[in-house]
């Protein structure tokens, strides 16, 4: 009975026919393939329904995939510093100020009986064991756990109702740094100089500095290209870690270098005349070109003997806390490559090598006496940052982003001293080109524990960086297996009201 045609549908039984099927399957592979041809040529109907408009990709020569290219319109910012607090660090300790958990400390929390979260059951609200107090001419309440960049608020624009889609440090990482919870797609920095180029022709257009005490969870994934070319993916190296694979051979002097590589691009000028088209070629020539020109730069902005004593005290790197001297370093570095124009600066503090809390904010524990360590290596190197980058003119043109994976809870875990995760409401702040000064947006509820007002996800938060470097986020796409892909997914509307 299975080979009974009856039992077909008329369009199957029609398939069964020789010549029927080989020509409704030639019209099918047609058409899957002038589909294709279409959307690489960018010709088809819009993917994005709310403007009507194609997506726009950057017109990029293989030969210099990182020069300089357009924005979609006039940009506010040139450059990116995003510092990336790994580990969730909990905004009702730092920047979200709630008297609200001073009242009811050591109380459940209203219609959340037996509250059961990342790690298992909550306990009572607690309040912050930092007292919060007005900072700068606006009065805005930070606790003493940052002081030197609670001095900086009349310099930043603060979200205070961020959300996120998961409770896992890896998944979170991944969706602030790509706006997805799954590994494999390309970070934030990708999506800019992909879209940008950078101004540098001798450095990487996009570099991620780790903390001293290792990498984040997510690892590359946060400075990774996913299915963008691999040019475009981020160059981790720090000020104590030099970048791999760059250094001369022991044994080769530099005029053989020289020599070798003057041979190679000769044999490499050779080729592409004979292959014209051979646009792979043309990147892999690009990149080893960079590396050589690298070779000569990169010592020069990591010496940090040229920096003066003053600076160096500014940003703490004379410090004997060698963890946070090296921090200091980090954000020396950052400060520098942005200066020689470095497109997008991914800053990492807090690392998971160390475990659980011991070397980032993952503070379930003992959250106090964890906090305050992690606290002096990132307070006042990070705040001398921004005072620097003030002073010497390039706050108007650089936009730095402070954040984290995710929020923390304003209960206790029951039977410990420390805040589970919390993706329901959570804090970032902004600061520099094209952002108000001394002002705050949305808000969680009265124990910080969900947004409540002006809710914003992650996508909003891309979709206003990319605003800034004067990149449509709808619009800006790649093509990838059948799909216009974009750093805001389907999703992201730019947050006009933090707009300066």
Same mark, same amino acid.
């Given at each position: 009975?299975?080979?009974?045609?009856?039992?077909?549908?008329?369009?199957?039984?029609?398939?069964?026919? *020789?010549?029927?099927?080989?020509?409704?399957?030639?019209?099918? !592979?047609?058409?899957?393939?002038?589909?294709?041809?279409?959307?690489?040529?960018?010709?088809?109907?819009?993917? =994005?329904?709310?403007?009507?408009?194609?997506?726009?990709?950057?017109?990029?020569?293989?030969?210099?995939?990182?020069?300089?290219?357009?924005?979609?319109?006039?940009?506010?910012?040139?450059?990116?510093?995003?510092?990336?607090?790994?580990?969730?660090?909990?905004?009702?300790?730092?920047?979200?100020?709630?008297?609200?958990?001073?009242?009811?400390?050591?109380?459940?929390?209203?219609?959340?009986?037996?509250? $059961?979260?990342?790690?298992?059951?909550?306990?009572?609200?607690?309040?912050?064991?930092?007292?919060?107090?007005?900072?700068?001419?606006?009065?805005?309440?930070?606790?003493?756990?940052?002081?030197?960049?609670?001095?900086?608020?009349?310099?930043?624009?603060?979200?205070?109702?961020?959300?996120?889609? =998961?409770? =896992?440090?890896?998944?979170?990482?991944?969706?602030?740094?790509?706006?997805?919870?799954?590994?494999?797609?390309?970070?934030?920095?990708?999506?800019?100089?992909?879209? /940008?180029?950078?101004?540098?022709?001798?450095?990487?257009?996009?570099?991620?500095?780790?903390?001293?005490?290792?990498?984040?969870?997510?690892?590359?994934?946060?400075?990774?290209?996913?299915?963008?070319?691999?040019?475009?993916?981020?160059?981790?190296?720090?000020?104590?870690?030099?970048?791999?694979?760059?250094?001369?051979?022991?044994?080769?002097?530099?005029?053989?270098?020289?020599?070798?590589?003057? !041979? !190679?691009? *000769?044999?490499?000028?050779?080729? /592409?005349?004979?292959?014209?088209?051979?646009?792979?070629? %043309?990147?892999?020539?690009?990149?080893?070109?960079?590396?050589?020109?690298?070779?000569? #730069?990169?010592?020069? $902005? =990591?010496?940090?003997?040229?920096?003066?004593?003053?600076?160096?005290?500014?940003?703490?790197?004379?410090?004997?806390?060698?963890?946070?001297?090296?921090?200091?370093?980090?954000?020396?570095?950052?400060?520098?490559?942005?200066?020689?124009?470095?497109?997008?600066?991914?800053?990492?503090?807090?690392?998971?090598?160390?475990?659980?809390?011991?070397?980032?904010?993952?503070?379930?524990?003992?959250?106090?006496?964890?906090?305050?360590?992690?606290?002096?290596?990132?307070?006042?190197?990070?705040?001398?940052?921004?005072?620097?980058?003030? *002073?010497?003119?390039?706050?108007?043109?650089?936009?730095? $982003?402070?954040? #984290?994976?995710?929020?923390?809870?304003?209960?206790?875990?029951?039977?410990? %001293?420390?805040?589970?995760?919390?993706?329901?409401?959570?804090?970032?702040?902004?600061?520099?080109?094209?952002?108000?000064?001394?002002?705050?947006?949305?808000?969680?509820?009265?124990?910080?524990?969900?947004?409540?007002?002006?809710?914003?996800?992650?996508?909003?938060?891309?979709?206003?960086?990319?605003?800034?470097?004067?990149?449509?986020?709808?619009? !800006?796409?790649?093509?990838?297996?059948?799909?216009?892909?974009?750093?805001?997914?389907?999703?992201?509307?730019?947050?006009?009201?933090?707009?300066?």
């Amino acid at each position: 009975m299975a080979d009974d045609p009856r039992l077909l549908t008329p369009n199957g039984q029609i398939m069964l026919d *020789r010549r029927s099927f080989l020509a409704k399957g030639g019209a099918g !592979l047609g058409s899957i393939a002038l589909a294709y041809l279409l959307g690489t040529e960018g010709v088809l109907g819009s993917t =994005t329904a709310r403007t009507g408009k194609g997506p726009i990709r950057p017109r990029i020569d293989p030969a210099a995939p990182h020069a300089p290219r357009p924005a979609h319109f006039a940009p506010r910012a040139k450059n990116v510093i995003v510092i990336f607090c790994s580990g969730a660090l909990s905004h009702i300790d730092t920047f979200d100020y709630k008297p609200e958990l001073i009242r009811y400390h050591d109380t459940p929390m209203p219609g959340a009986d037996n509250l $059961v979260t990342f790690q298992g059951e909550n306990g009572n609200l607690a309040k912050s064991p930092w007292r919060f107090r007005p900072r700068g001419e606006s009065g805005k309440m930070t606790s003493d756990l940052l002081p030197h960049l609670g001095e900086l608020v009349d310099e930043m624009c603060f979200i205070h109702s961020l959300t996120g889609k =998961t409770n =896992t440090h890896g998944p979170g990482e991944n969706l602030m740094s790509t706006g997805f919870t799954l590994d494999g797609f390309p970070s934030m920095g990708s999506w800019a100089t992909y879209a /940008l180029g950078t101004e540098s022709q001798s450095l990487p257009a996009f570099v991620a500095i780790c903390d001293p005490r290792g990498v984040p969870q997510a690892s590359g994934n946060n400075w990774g290209n996913g299915f963008l070319p691999a040019v475009y993916q981020g160059t981790p190296f720090n000020a104590e870690r030099p970048i791999d694979n760059l250094g001369r051979p022991a044994g080769i002097d530099a005029a053989t270098d020289r020599a070798s590589r003057d !041979l !190679l691009r *000769r044999l490499n000028e050779r080729h /592409l005349e004979q292959f014209p088209g051979d646009t792979e070629l %043309s990147a892999r020539i690009a990149s080893y070109e960079l590396a050589a020109r690298m070779q000569s #730069t990169v010592p020069g $902005v =990591t010496d940090l003997s040229t920096e003066s004593r003053e600076t160096l005290a500014l940003y703490g790197a004379d410090s004997t806390d060698q963890t946070k001297a090296g921090f200091a370093r980090n954000c020396i570095l950052a400060r520098r490559l942005i200066e020689r124009g470095v497109r997008f600066v991914q800053l990492f503090n807090g690392a998971y090598a160390m475990g659980e809390g011991v070397g980032n904010w993952d503070g379930h524990r003992d959250l106090q006496n964890q906090y305050n360590k992690h606290a002096q290596i990132l307070d006042q190197p990070a705040a001398a940052l921004l005072k620097d980058l003030k *002073r010497r003119g390039l706050l108007e043109e650089t936009l730095v $982003v402070f954040t #984290t994976e995710f929020g923390r809870m304003p209960t206790f875990q029951k039977g410990a %001293s420390g805040r589970d995760h919390n993706p329901g409401g959570f804090t970032a702040w902004l600061a520099g080109a094209g952002v108000k000064r001394a002002h705050s947006y949305g808000a969680t509820d009265p124990f910080g524990h969900k947004a409540a007002e002006n809710i914003c996800e992650v996508h909003d938060l891309h979709a206003t960086i990319l605003h800034l470097l004067g990149l449509d986020h709808e619009r !800006l796409s790649y093509y990838n297996n059948g799909i216009e892909r974009r750093l805001t997914d389907v999703h992201g509307h730019v947050i006009h009201d933090i707009l300066a």
